[in-house]
């Protein structure tokens, strides 16, 4: 579901498709903009974690928000 209507979505797609870098090639810079939304995303599921909770929890924990389901 989404509340952004179409042509705002393909605006935003348009400048993120029209994104280069000096050193990188578009595909590249899109890459690193989404791992860095991926980054960005982990720290504040990460920040909303119970405070004490062990290493090992806190990655059971951060795997399950993030993935949907249970680290086996």
Not at 33 to 41: C, E, H, L, T, V
Request: no cysteine.
């Amino acid at each position: 579901m989404t509340d952004t209507p179409p042509e705002i979505e393909r605006i935003m797609r348009d400048k993120l498709m029209a994104r280069s870098g000096e050193e990188r090639s578009r595909g590249e810079e899109r890459f690193v903009m989404g791992a860095q939304m991926f980054d960005s995303a982990r720290e504040m599921v990460k920040a909303s974690l119970s405070p004490g909770l062990s290493k090992a929890e806190q990655r059971r924990q951060l795997f399950k928000r993030l993935y949907g389901r249970e680290l086996t």
